[in-house]
């Protein structure tokens, strides 16, 4: 959804209706997880993907019905051994999507959740989905404020206080209530989307393979921040412009700035006089990752340098050095690859093996633990926040 609002915001802005399909469940293997999200606009302009492709021209029609009626719409699409392909799911897995009409009419909050995204200020959506409750019906909630109704104060209040809740973890997934809010019952299902902050990138060493991860990084969905002390090295020019750049010592930086469960730590300096102060921090951060480059011989260097700081065992096991998998990478966008491979499959748990090596589900659950990462959220994801 984050990739898209863009879009979606014009064409609110301009009073152009729009039908809006969520992933709002999923079963087995499939494609998207929940948050995923397709729009179809004026002149059945597409953006967004709901499924990588298996169902998305039963989507479109869909879509275009919810405008048309004003009705919002909860369908599933499955995987059937009879009839696979009629179905059109054909991955093996299952997917639910609620698929409603958006006009400043029938969602008002809408443009205060684009702006709230594009700020990167927390945010969720929480939007009734089935049960005795007005589908489609959304509620914006933040830390402090709250706009728009679900039909019901007594569900309103419950929501509010679920979806803070989930604002804080990243989380999005599904809530079920009575009518006005009963949390023993499970009438209404509302979907509650975050909408947290993106996670953030700080690649320190401002040479040719940090502009490449930075690259990456932004792609990826990370808020990226380059840091060098070197003026010279860590020139704006040299990188993405959508990428912070900082001359400073990193180790001061790093010290002064925020850092999260989701925040990736990329160090590619390989001079102790940069990397030895700047791990003594890094270290003790909450940070999901901390990549450093250099050889072997320099990693072994550094472990020795750094037990001297005080530091042990269990914190020297965090680092991931040399950085990166092993693909045979040899150039800066090579090497970012690999850099970026190694993070989602840290993030997701995943080995690192080609997928033709390995058995079982390809798009496995999440971990039961915080990660990186691109909505998103977004780790992101019940489960990790990703950029959503």
Known sequence: MREILPVLGRWYAAGEPFGLATVVAVSRSAPRGPGAAMAVGPDDEVVGSVSGGCVEGAVFELAKDVVETGRA???????????????????????????????????????????????????????????????????????????????????????????????????????????NGERREDDVAVFLQSFAPPPRMLVFGAIDFAAAVARIGAFLGYRVTVCDARPAFADARRFPADAEVVVDWPHRYLRGTQTDGRTVLCVLTHDPRFDVPLLEVALRTPAAYIGVMGSRRTHEDRLARLRETGLGDGELTRLRSPIGLDLGARTPEEVAVSIAAEIVALRWGGTGSPLTDTAGAIHRPAPDRTGPGPSPGPVGPAGPVRPA
């Open 73 to 179: 719409r909860l369908e599933t699409f499955g995987y059937s051994d009879e009839d696979a392909f009629a179905v059109g799911l054909t991955c093996g897995g299952e997917i639910t999507l609620l698929v409603r009409p958006v006009t400043a009419a029938a969602d008002p909050t809408f443009g205060e959740v684009v702006a709230a995204v594009a700020g990167h200020r927390p945010v969720v959506v929480a939007t009734v989905t089935d049960g005795p409750a007005p589908h489609g019906a959304a509620l914006a909630v933040r830390p402090d404020t709250v706009s728009g109704s679900l039909g019901a104060s007594g569900l309103d209040a419950a929501v509010t206080a679920d979806a803070r809740g989930e604002l804080a973890q990243g989380a999005t997934g599904l809530r079920h209530y009575g009518p």
